[in-house]
Nanobody
Framework: QVQLVESGGGLVQAGGSLRLSCAAS????????MAWYRQPPGKQREQVAV???????WYVDSVKGRFTISRDNAKNTVYLQMNSLKPEDTAVYYC??????????????WGQGTQVTVSS
């Protein structure tokens, strides 16, 4: 089992910045990805950014150039630096962790979510 604890959400004006953190604990395997998803009010959850244990990254087009995902493997923590925030970034942000077992199967875990509100 893996537990994920998020922090860093809040209220910010448009153009401002926030940094989200997600600390993972438990039985963490070496081959894994850590990601951020978000769910705006009344909409489906979408993947925002992901970073593998090898350091590869992916971003949804709407945040490219504004958000940066990073991780500290020693601390099993992933960060999402969000700059130039827009009202449409308002959402509950969820941390996600996937890890691969030796058998080839994967398991997936979610954080509890943290609210990010961007005022115009």
């Amino acid at each position: 089992q893996v537990q994920l604890v998020e922090s860093g959400g809040g209220l910010v004006q448009a153009g401002g910045s926030l940094r989200l953190s997600c600390a993972a604990s438990g039985s963490i395997l070496s081959i894994n990805t850590m990601a951020w998803y978000r769910q705006p009010p009344g909409k489906q959850r979408e993947q925002v950014a992901v970073m593998s244990s090898l350091g590869t990254t992916w971003y949804v087009d709407s945040v490219k150039g504004r958000f940066t995902i990073s991780r500290d493997n020693a601390k099993n923590t992933v960060y999402l630096q969000m700059n130039s925030l827009k009202p449409e970034d308002t959402a509950v942000y969820y941390c996600n962790h996937k890890q691969r077992y030796g058998s080839g199967s994967w398991s997936e875990y979610w954080g509890q979510g943290t609210q990010v509100t961007v005022s115009s």
